[in-house]
């Protein structure tokens, strides 16, 4: 039985014979809502938020609907196993890299990645080995993780024993994980695929399989980034071929998650996850493609998409007169549209489930108005980050031992040669300039907005 079945039965049942919980939550389904919460909520939000009581099971040892819905998502996504998360990616990403290392373990990780894979270093104690994928500095965009980026890291470190990518990115690129994992699988390497922004792969043809489909060990994914969900649904996948076990996943969730998971957001999981299942949920993202492609083709003498092995769902967009950042303003205040992000080159547009015809249309319009009728005096950035020309800072301490030791704010000017106590980050996209552990220099400092950053002592 599903859970949505189960909840609907409840109440059917409680017009008959009414169930009296003593249990938390205490607003005790609905009985007490705070007038200023049912005025957004509803009621139907916190009739179905319940704790794990007789029937309900629990998602931390699941043995009944919870592990029903988990049975389907398995076939659904055919998977050895795959887990519903409440607590986003970052929950799956963090537990992923606790089930598939043992403490102090090297993992070789992209630069690039979202600052939840730096949580789990700080937890589980991990050596990082960083490598940087190509930066493409025209879209001021890192590209997809090619085999020929990690081969010297492995070959140099041969005790490398889990590899964590991001594919596809934030600006939907995607990594040639089909090679990558077949060179893990010789080196005895646990590939993870943060595959936050790409929750439609396993439903259309969006350019590239999904990673558990292409060997990873792991996967994760944001069902809210893409596929409709709310915040933070995600789920997490073992692939069949995989030797991490189900129980090794399970027990590195408990340690993390709530023991209260929402009760409404395993349902939206579940809803969001029979639909895009099933013919209704295809035959959206087909026509999600379309409107994008119109969009395209009817823009393209007036702006550039970025479009190098890239998610049809993410619009990467280019002006040739205008300034990411003058288009942005724009945007904001004439049309009323906020893009996801602005980065030196180009605005980001995510799109997904939920957008619509009339949504995509007002963005044509928008962007064909500015591309027409304005230009920027300089169409150069006066602040270009050329990630290509970083090297990544040199490291004393794992981020854990940073994170453990005594720290203290100073002046950032006085910080080279100090040791980074606290991450600094630009964000979104949340890529790390630099990390607990590593040390000031020169170029990093530049790089850092804030006037203070926090060290060792
Ligand atoms: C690449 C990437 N990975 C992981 C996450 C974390 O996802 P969640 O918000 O579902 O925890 C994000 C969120 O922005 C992300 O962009």
């Not at 887990?83 to 990616?89: E, K, Q, R, V, Y």
């Not at 957001?265 to 379309?290: F, H, P, R």
């Not at 304005?374 to 169409?379: D, G, L, P, Q, T």
């Amino acid at each position: 039985m599903s859970l949505i079945r189960k909840i609907k039965d409840y109440y059917k049942r409680n017009k008959e014979q009414e169930c009296t919980l003593f249990t938390t939550p205490s607003h005790a389904q609905g009985c007490f809502i705070p007038q200023k919460a049912a005025d957004l909520l509803g009621e139907k939000f916190y009739k179905c938020d319940f704790s794990e009581i007789d029937g309900f099971d629990n998602l931390r040892d699941p043995k009944g609907i919870l592990k029903n819905i988990q049975t389907k998502l398995t076939k659904i996504y055919d998977t050895k196993q795959t887990f519903m998360l409440t607590n986003g990616s970052t929950s799956g990403i963090i537990a992923a890299l606790i089930s598939a290392i043992k403490p102090s373990d090297k993992v070789l990780i992209a630069r690039n990645c979202h600052i939840s894979v730096f949580n789990a270093l700080v937890i589980t104690g991990a050596k990082p080995i960083w490598f940087l994928p190509k930066y493409d500095s025209e879209w001021d965009v890192f590209e997809g993780v090619k085999v020929k980026d990690i081969q010297k890291e492995i070959t140099l470190n041969p005790d490398i024993k889990a590899l964590i990518i991001t594919s596809p990115t934030y600006e939907g690129i995607h990594s040639d994980i089909e090679n990558i994992s077949k060179l893990c699988k010789k080196h005895n390497i646990k590939l993870i695929v943060d595959e936050a922004h790409g929750a439609l792969l396993n439903f259309y043809d969006l350019n590239q399989k999904p990673a558990i489909k292409l060997g990873a060990d792991i996967s994760i994914q944001s069902l809210h980034k893409t596929a409709g969900a709310p915040n933070p649904c995600a789920l997490m996948h073992i692939s069949k071929k995989s030797d991490i076990t189900q129980s090794n996943v399970q027990d590195a969730l408990n340690l993390i998650n709530t023991t209260s998971p929402s009760y409404p957001l395993i349902l939206a999981i579940e809803a969001t996850t029979d639909y895009l299942a099933s013919m209704n949920g295809k035959n959206n993202i087909k026509k999600l493609i379309s409107y994008i492609t119109e969009l395209k083709n009817s823009l393209k003498d007036k702006l550039l998409f970025y479009e190098n092995n890239s998610d049809s769902t993410k619009l990467l967009v280019k002006f040739k007169n205008v300034s990411p950042k003058k288009a942005s303003g724009i945007l904001n205040r004439k049309f009323l549209i906020e893009e996801e992000f602005t980065n030196k080159k180009a605005l980001l547009f995510i799109t997904g489930i939920g957008t619509d015809k009339r949504k995509i249309n007002k963005l044509k319009s928008a962007l064909s108005d500015i591309a027409t009728n304005y230009k920027s005096n300089n169409n150069k950035s006066n602040q270009t980050i050329e990630y290509s020309s970083v090297t990544i800072p040199k490291s004393k301490l794992t981020p854990k031992e940073a994170y453990y030791r005594k720290r203290k704010t100073i002046p950032k000017e006085l910080s080279k040669g100090k040791i980074c106590s606290r991450p600094i980050l630009n964000y979104p996209p949340g890529i790390p300039l630099i990390i607990s552990g590593e040390v000031f220099n020169d170029e990093i400092i530049s790089m850092i907005e804030d006037s203070t950053v926090e060290i060792c002592e």
